[in-house]
């Protein structure tokens, strides 16, 4: 890891009060660390797989869009797929995640995985005990064959308590900017939580492998987690700092004989 990763990771040590300003500056330079990674990964061919599990309203996708603000959609790529289509169900349950694991020079970020057999198809019944079963048997052994195709897999469970989990999802009720994320799915299984848990449980039992281990984020205070994680997946990727070309701008061309149109330009009104 560069020397500049620890000393960032030395600033989110140092955060106490989390204010917008503190998390700013813890921020700044782990994102700087970020398009250094980016870099790396681009110029080694290196292939990461992050995956993102928790409970409705436990931040997974503030953290992601921590992670991903300042760098390449094209290197950094988030995965978010839709529920399946009838032919995709008939299919075997992991193939069509497959398609979606990164190549060379990609970073691709599950915002949810093929963790979902196992958390809110199992609670909420979209597939029987026998299918989770087989799935909870797969799931090491499909890990196993990707970390043996020389990605680096990182698994994240972001850890809620239930009530930061329930003003959360009332802040979705009440707050215009955020009603679009609360679904029907949210409100069904808000109620079982204790059916999550068991089967949040069965999970690591199951999946916790040292090849593929789950790393547990406490999610109860966003930004702190949003820091944490991004701090840990430096630590966890031995990447380096490419040196770069020193950039200058080139010289700006004379305009000669171009001269300006006098050309009805349809202005957008500026109300601020």
Not at 11 to 27: I, M, N, R, T
Not at 36 to 42: A, N
Not at 230 to 245: E, N, V
């Amino acid at each position: 890891m560069a020397k500049d990763s620890r000393r960032a990771h030395e600033d989110v040590d140092a955060v106490k009060d989390l204010d917008s300003k503190a998390y700013e500056k813890a921020l700044r330079p782990l994102h700087a660390e970020l398009v250094q990674l980016q870099d790396w990964v681009k110029a080694t061919g290196a292939k990461v797989c992050i995956v993102f599990e928790g409970r409705d309203g436990a931040g997974k996708g503030g953290v992601i869009k921590a992670i991903t603000e300042r760098v390449s959609p094209r290197v950094f790529r988030v995965i978010a797929l839709p529920a399946p289509t009838d032919r995709e169900k008939s299919q075997m349950y992991l193939q069509r995640y497959i398609p979606h694991l990164p190549a060379a020079g990609e970073i691709v970020i599950f915002d949810r995985s093929w963790y979902n057999r196992a958390g809110v198809e199992r609670v909420m019944k979209f597939c029987d005990d026998e299918q989770v079963e087989l799935f909870l048997r797969a799931a090491p052994l499909v890990e196993r064959a990707i970390v043996g195709s020389n990605v680096q897999l990182i698994k994240y469970w972001l850890e809620v308590s239930p009530e930061e989990q329930t003003r959360r999802l009332e802040q979705r009720i009440l707050d215009g900017r955020k009603t679009w994320k609360l679904t029907d799915m949210d409100l069904k299984s808000y109620g079982r939580w204790y059916d999550y848990s068991r089967a949040r449980d069965a999970m690591f039992a199951a999946s916790d492998t040292d090849f593929a281990p789950w790393n547990v984020v406490r999610s109860d205070c966003k930004r702190r987690a949003r820091l944490n994680v991004i701090s840990h997946l430096l630590g966890a990727i031995p990447y380096q700092r490419i040196a770069r070309k020193k950039v200058t701008l080139p010289d700006r061309q004379k305009p000669g004989s171009y001269k300006e149109p006098d050309y009805p330009y349809r202005y957008i009104p500026e109300k601020f």
